[in-house]
């Protein structure tokens, strides 16, 4: 028996190489168990390196490059039915756009978001001040409405709000003003421990209370009050509710394989060259269709719910934020199910069995039309066209609902997008309704012009009951959606057989946007104007000024008014509270004589 020297593997006659090491014939011997040692310690200085030796041998060349083709040949085989598979391209097109969408409402709103969780997290202080004017036509205008006009001009509202989200406290200061002189103004102070009220004009101090005598204080006026002792006030956190990355690559993964697993490839067809026409646009697009019968639609909803009643991360991704709620709204315990919400294992558990229940009664479910689901996409695998159906039977009359959306690049730089909804019974002359929303959009980064129509339609039998549409021309100059100005103008129509009478108002609405995550603030304005002409008898035109201003600060820099320095109204005896109310409704009438001496000087 031969053996290779340097490894001990075993050779054939005709091998002049070690097929195991690389190893050269000549240092390979007939026994080398027979042989010295030191004889076997030199055959092994011998030994040349493997890549020089194997390379050396034709039939190795052979095989590796076999070998690589195989697998290269393979992969790409494998890529490319995975490519052709109309499964796989299905769900890349939906995947590349839901990606696309969460890219553009992440540039859109993301850091909308970002500093809503910041004001929701930090000491803040916003400002929001309303003003208000209507101007009436010559033929409607009177002594009484000319002062009335008059007197909405100079009159506006200012809301002032401090929040210190961590100590759960915050202060609200609202007032009525005339010509930037107070005329009614109240101030609101929250804590955990406390809260009060001062209205200088009925009484001068803070009147409050401790949040644990709410219940006490209420039965002193009606002994049969049953409600909560302690007054809560909730207070959320945007982290509260917001998904953990955990979360998100759970129900990510976790449904993505429960569709995966149920649609079966054959439910699944491509159709090539399809013609596509949208708003004068002519395209060659791919068609998708995912098609399943009523019978397997049903097992795919019982399935859903069954995969849904076993998920318990699912379960408790759901509880911890209803236990939240239920924990900082006071909402805490439910009656009729005796169950403590606050607690994320009682939600939890009656979570489950509100799924088990939903699977159970899935067969109560019943499928006139299987489900239909269509895409049309583009060579790079982008969604042109998206059509969705499915019938269901109801109690009088089968229902079939058909959502479709439309994304069509254009000409110059434009975009064409449309969102349709539509409900109509199994006897399609009986009547239908239909919602659709479209938007055409032009222009580059810093100058975006969007043309959107909103239609709402109801139809009953032959009638239109009701008919209503919204057009929307809007133009967005900026390079980013936090510093922008945006110019709407706007047209609303209701009629139909089912309204009384005809509506129509147009108008416009001007904003300037201004918002800096990093600087800690966020300030818009509003300028609203709506023309009521063609729909009361006395036409008439209102407008809408709302300026607001919030910035993020440092707790020092938030100063909240201490109530505990008012009246405990709590610790009043029967005959103090009686004094005090007494005081109150004699400020109040005194308050009322001196604005109406005011009223008749202006």
């Given at each position: 028996m031969r053996v290779c020297a340097n490894c001990g593997s075993q050779l054939r006659e005709d091998e002049d190489v070690c097929q195991a090491c690389g190893a050269m014939v000549q240092t390979v011997m007939e026994d080398s168990t027979s042989q010295p040692s030191s004889e076997l310690e030199r055959n092994k200085g011998r030994v040349l390196k493997k890549e020089s030796t194997f390379f050396r041998n034709r039939k190795n060349w052979i095989i590796l490059i076999s070998v690589?083709?195989?697998?290269?040949?393979?992969?790409?085989?494998?890529?490319?039915?995975?490519?052709?598979?109309?499964?796989?391209?299905?769900?890349?097109?939906?995947?590349?756009?839901?990606?696309?969408?969460?890219?553009?409402?992440?540039?859109?709103?993301?850091?909308?978001?970002?500093?809503?969780?910041?004001?929701?997290?930090s000491p803040s202080q916003s400002k929001i001040a309303i003003k208000g004017n209507i101007e009436l036509t010559d033929s409607a205008i009177g002594t009484d409405l000319l002062f009335l006009q008059e007197m909405i001009d100079q009159m506006s509202i200012e809301l002032t709000t401090k929040m210190i989200p961590e100590d759960q406290t915050s202060n609200q200061h609202i007032a009525l003003q005339m010509n930037g002189i107070n005329l009614v103004d109240m101030e609101y102070v929250q804590t955990k421990d406390t809260f009060g009220v001062k209205i200088p004009f009925m009484y001068n101090d803070y009147l409050y209370l401790n949040?644990?005598?709410?219940?006490?204080?209420?039965?002193?006026?009606?002994?049969?009050?049953?409600?909560?002792d302690t007054l809560d006030v909730p207070y959320y956190k945007w982290s509260d509710f917001e998904l953990t990355e955990e979360e998100k690559d759970h129900l990510a993964s976790h449904y993505k394989q429960f569709l995966i697993d149920e649609l079966k490839s054959e439910s699944f067809s491509l159709d090539k060259g399809i013609s596509f026409e949208h708003a004068g646009e002519k395209l060659k697009l791919d068609k998708l269709t995912l098609e399943l019968s009523s019978g397997e639609t049903e097992q795919i909803i019982k399935d859903l719910f069954d995969y849904m009643a076993k998920d318990e991360k699912l379960h408790g991704i759901i509880a911890k934020r209803i236990a939240k709620i239920a924990e900082t709204s006071g909402a805490s315990f439910d009656a009729q199910l005796h169950v403590d919400f606050t607690k994320p294992d009682n939600v939890?558990?009656?979570?489950?069995?509100?799924?088990?229940?939903?699977?159970?009664?899935?067969?109560?479910?019943?499928?006139?039309?299987?489900?239909?689901?269509?895409?049309?996409?583009?060579?790079?695998?982008?969604?042109?066209?998206?059509?969705i159906s499915i019938g269901f039977e109801g109690a009088e009359e089968d229902l079939t609902f058909v959502f479709e959306t439309k994304n069509v690049p254009l000409d110059n730089n434009k975009v064409a997008e449309e969102v349709k909804m539509t409900v109509t019974p199994e006897e399609k002359e009986r009547g239908s309704i239909r919602f659709v929303y479209g938007n055409k959009i032009s222009?580059?980064?810093?100058?975006?012009?969007?043309?959107?129509?909103?239609?709402?339609?109801?139809?009953?039998?032959?009638?239109?009951?009701?008919?209503?549409?919204?057009?929307?021309?809007?133009?967005?100059?900026?390079?980013?959606?936090?510093?922008?100005?945006?110019?709407?103008?706007?047209?609303?129509?209701?009629?139909?057989?089912?309204?009384?009478?005809?509506f129509q108002l147009t108008g416009s609405i001007n904003e300037k946007r201004d918002l800096n995550v990093n600087k800690k603030y966020g300030n818009n304005t509003f300028d609203i104007k709506v023309d009521f002409g063609n729909?009361?008898?006395?036409?008439?035109?209102?407008?809408?000024?709302?300026?607001?201003?919030?910035?993020?600060?440092?707790?020092?820099?938030?100063?909240?008014?201490?109530?505990?320095?008012?009246?405990?109204?709590?610790?009043?005896?029967?005959?103090?509270?009686?004094?005090?109310?007494?005081?109150?409704?004699?400020?109040?009438?005194?308050?009322?004589?001196?604005?109406?001496?005011?009223l008749i000087g202006f």
């Open positions: 690589i083709f195989a697998l290269l040949m393979g992969g790409i085989a494998t890529a490319l039915l995975l490519k052709n598979s109309p499964k796989e391209l299905f769900f890349i097109a939906e995947a590349k756009a839901y990606k696309a969408g969460m890219e553009e409402w992440k540039e859109e709103y993301g850091d909308y978001v970002k500093y809503q969780k910041m004001v929701t997290e949040n644990d005598d709410f219940g006490n204080f209420i039965r002193k006026f009606d002994p049969t009050y049953v409600g909560p939890q558990a009656e979570l489950k069995k509100l799924l088990e229940d939903a699977r159970e009664n899935a067969d109560q479910i019943k499928v006139s039309e299987g489900l239909k689901y269509t895409l049309l996409i583009d060579k790079s695998d982008k969604i042109i066209n998206r059509n222009g580059k980064k810093d100058k975006r012009i969007e043309d959107a129509t909103i239609t709402l339609n109801l139809e009953e039998n032959g009638e239109t009951l009701v008919d209503g549409k919204l057009t929307l021309h809007s133009t967005y100059q900026g390079k980013k959606a936090t510093k922008q100005n945006v110019k709407r103008d706007f047209e609303l129509a209701f009629n139909g057989d089912g309204l009384n009478e005809d729909s009361f008898n006395e036409p008439f035109t209102a407008e809408l000024n709302i300026d607001s201003e919030t910035t993020v600060k440092d707790k020092t820099d938030i100063e909240i008014p201490k109530v505990t320095d008012g009246v405990n109204i709590a610790e009043l005896s029967e005959d103090e509270l009686y004094s005090l109310f007494v005081e109150i409704e004699s400020n109040i009438q005194n308050y009322l004589y001196q604005f109406q001496s005011d």
